[in-house]
């Protein structure tokens, strides 16, 4: 099992940027790849950005292409989310998630850390 401690959410109005980061602890040798997920009030958890570990190849969704980046540091077992042109749809708490290899599910989760952002 991995562990996931999320941090870097906050306020900030629209058009700022955020940047979370998720540090890994644990058994980190089995994460495959790293993904950012969030949930609105009232929504289901949808997935944003994911990235595999050992490649660095990354994934978005349609809705923060070209706004967000995901990147991780080896050497210090973190993962992290640019967020830059906020939108007040992008208020949610996010979750920091890791996959143990390609064909399981994200099966490891952080606490989550809330991100709103005001008009």
């Known amino acids: 099992q991995v562990q996931l401690v999320e941090s870097g959410g906050g306020l900030v109005q629209a058009g700022g940027s955020l940047r979370l980061s998720c540090e890994a602890s644990?058994?980190?040798?089995?994460?495959?790849?790293m993904g950012w997920f969030r949930q609105a009030p009232g929504k289901e958890r949808e997935f944003v950005a994911a990235i595999v570990w050992s490649s660095g190849s990354t994934s978005y969704a349609d809705s923060v292409k070209g706004r967000f980046a995901i990147s991780r540091d080896n050497a210090k077992n973190t993962v992290y989310l640019q967020m830059n042109s906020l939108k007040p749809e992008d208020t949610a708490v996010y979750y920091c998630?890791?996959?143990?290899?390609?064909?399981?599910?994200?099966?490891?989760w952080g606490q989550g850390t809330q991100v709103t952002v005001s008009s």
């Open positions: 998630a890791a996959q143990s290899s390609l064909f399981a599910d994200f099966g490891s």
């Open positions: 644990g058994r980190t040798f089995s994460r495959y790849r």
